[in-house]
């Protein structure tokens, strides 16, 4: 009998788009205070039901005053009135000056602001102008940030500090967003300890710790999942199929660690097909090849199964590339792609690989990029010591000075 030919590898990119074609949007919203929507997607358009700024104000502390006024440096006005921020006041008679403070609303009339640091405050509520105003200096006018009825936040914006401030400068006070992600996690192996469970004196061999299912979760808490920890299944078949099925129930993905390739104590692949489908995947990047993806169903329809590799490194990076984007299209963000920047080598990489590789670097002072030592896939550290990873080509060698793809940590973990 001819051995079997194996699968040709699957391309990242490839993987990517047929896990995004699966990835419709969940249904169901909430309501959430514009305070606590941090992190979350929104779920409809934010629209503006007032113009930002509401009047013309002034942009700087000073006086407003009229052009035709002041036609040399050193003319002096009287001050007829003072606006701080919060207050309107009267329209300016011709011949005067009001007292202005950043933020207050230019009073009718005033077509400048001259900033105090060009004025000079006199005796009996008068100013010295020293410098000639410009039509409309130091003013910023009514609707020139946000005009009223216009979108000012799309649908599918994940929100960052700054949306919130800019939500709540329209006055939304709440936000409708989509529903977190329902994410059960569960961790295969008989190798597999918790850490404060055993001493590390009292490790028996084989035996180490369940760092994978630390730094998964944590990477789903930023994602804004609401994560079940159903700890660690034994590497037995029947424990599989029952941690599958109760996963199934309630959650829109199950993400499990180890148990992916095809060795007699990898289970998963033959439970998830025994309760629904799965697609085994050997992707074209490294670390990180072995991949699974299915579906379970369930009595009110069915979950996501995403399989990642048990090395952490390869878990680590692998849940960047494909669960995060994933997880993001679930919630209705279209853009998932992570942001690359151009960055220098300061290293020499004369080993190319057939595989599309991720290289764990840091950035020193001047940008340049340093290498890890090791990039085994079994090495943490080097994630810990990294902030990102170099995105290098299938067959590409690096030289010193060379220009690469870095992709931050920033824009892979959160």
């Not at 929507?37 to 629209?47: E, N």
């Not at 003319?75 to 006041?89: K, S, Y």
Request: glycine share 10%; hydrophobic share 45%.
């Amino acid at each position: 009998m001819k051995p079997q030919a194996r699968a040709p590898l699957k391309p990242l990119d490839e993987a990517l788009a047929e896990l995004l074609a699966q990835a419709a949007p969940l249904a169901g919203t909430d309501t959430v205070n514009t305070f606590d929507a941090d992190g979350r997607v929104l779920a409809q358009a934010a629209t503006s039901p007032l113009q930002v700024p509401p009047n013309d104000n002034s942009s700087m502390d000073g006086y407003a005053v009229r052009c035709a006024d002041v036609p040399a440096a050193g003319v002096e006005l009287p001050v007829a009135q003072r606006i701080p921020a919060g207050a309107f006041g009267v329209p300016l008679a011709a011949g005067t000056a009001a007292r202005i403070f950043t933020g207050a609303p230019v009073p009718e009339g005033a077509d400048a602001i001259v900033m105090q640091e060009d004025c000079e405050a006199l005796d009996g509520d008068r100013v010295r102008v020293n410098a000639v105003p410009a039509q409309g200096q130091w003013i910023r006018r009514a609707g020139e940030d946000i005009t009223r009825g216009a979108e000012v936040l799309a649908a599918g914006t994940r929100l960052t500090p700054a949306e919130l401030g800019l939500a709540a400068s329209i006055g939304l006070g709440t936000l409708q967003v989509a529903r977190r992600p329902r994410v059960a996690l569960f961790s295969t192996g008989d190798e597999l300890v918790m850490p404060g469970d055993v001493p590390p004196a009292q490790m028996k061999p084989g035996v180490i710790y369940n760092s994978n299912r630390f730094f998964l979760r944590a990477m789903l808490l930023r994602l804004g999942c609401e994560v079940s920890d159903l700890g660690i299944v034994p590497d037995r078949r029947e424990a599989t199929v029952a941690a599958l099925r109760e996963a199934a129930q309630g959650h829109d993905l199950i993400l499990t660690s180890g148990g992916v390739s095809v060795g007699e104590e990898d289970h998963i692949k033959p439970a998830v097909e025994r309760l629904g489908t799965l697609q085994l995947w050997q992707i074209a990047m490294k670390p990180g090849k072995p991949f699974a993806y299915g579906q379970i169903p369930h009595a009110g329809g069915s979950a996501h199964f995403m399989g990642l590799p048990g090395n952490p490194v390869s878990s680590f990076v692998t849940f960047g590339l494909l669960v995060r984007p994933f997880l993001l299209r679930l919630q209705g963000v279209r853009d998932v792609a992570p942001k690359a920047i151009a960055a220098k080598a300061g290293f020499d990489w004369p080993r190319a690989d057939k595989r599309r590789e991720f290289l764990r670097v840091r950035q020193g002072a001047d940008g340049t990029l340093e290498l890890f030592p090791n990039q085994s896939s079994g090495v943490l550290t080097s994630a810990a010591w990294a902030d990102g990873v170099v995105d290098n080509p299938a067959g590409q060698t690096i030289a010193r000075g060379d220009t690469v793809r870095f992709l931050p940590f920033a824009e892979l973990l959160s």
